[in-house]
């Protein structure tokens, strides 16, 4: 996503995955692009209302650590977010049986923006150290909802804007230590996390 001071301007304008078959790849976890539950037209407007629904000081873009990506997660899939630029290494707790959803770089803003953003846009991802294809989502109108005080919209309240965007998603991951890097970049802004994914049994949203 871009800088944080770029967003309410681009909310006023108009306003964190190719489709491919999921395939395990051997005893570390699963590599692929696309999880029944979290369906590629409606992804990228829950991403977003999810990203603005918590406040500036455990938002999950704003996170150094990790320790809020738990907040707000719906029940069917688990977001994880990228950052408003520059390299993090986080650590995250995630319940078994989730679908994980995380975009390498992404934009709101007007249909021109995004046209814009994702002539340049570029990402890479590997769970495992195994790589991971991206899903390209062009410009989708969304309706994004944001809590007082967060970081993404700037403003309480539900805009419509357009959203892009390349993205990740993957099935359940087994139990156990999992390494998801990720890296995106558009024009001069770069993003990137190293993430340390710990699936559990009983952990709760």
Not at 44 to 58: C, D, I, K
Not at 87 to 110: A, D, E, F, K
Not at 134 to 161: C, Q, W
Request: hydrophobic share 40%; net charge neutral.
């Amino acid at each position: 996503m871009p800088p944080r001071s770029a967003i309410p301007l681009l909310l006023v304008l108009g306003l964190l995955a190719g489709c491919g078959a999921a395939r395990e790849s051997g005893p570390s976890g699963i590599v692929s692009t696309k999880p029944a539950a979290a369906a590629a037209t409606s992804i990228q407007g829950r991403w977003w209302t999810w990203a603005a629904s918590e406040g500036e000081n455990t938002n999950p873009v704003t996170d150094a650590t990790g320790e809020f990506c738990d907040r707000n997660q719906p029940e069917d899939v688990w977001f994880l977010a990228g950052t408003f630029g520059g390299t993090l290494r986080r650590t995250c707790r995630i319940p078994v049986g989730r679908p994980v959803v995380v975009p390498l770089v992404n934009l709101t803003g007007t249909d021109v923006q995004c046209k814009e953003f994702m002539a340049t846009a570029k990402g890479k991802a590997t769970l495992d150290g195994k790589a991971v294809t991206p899903e390209r989502l062009e410009e989708e109108n969304v309706v994004v909802t944001g809590a007082a005080g967060n970081p993404v919209t700037g403003e309480e309240g539900t805009s419509t804007s357009y959203a892009c965007g390349l993205w990740v998603r993957l099935p359940a991951l087994k139990l156990g230590r999992h390494t998801l890097l990720i890296r995106g970049s558009s024009g001069d802004f770069h993003t990137g996390v190293d993430y340390t994914l710990i699936v559990e049994t009983g952990q709760q949203a």
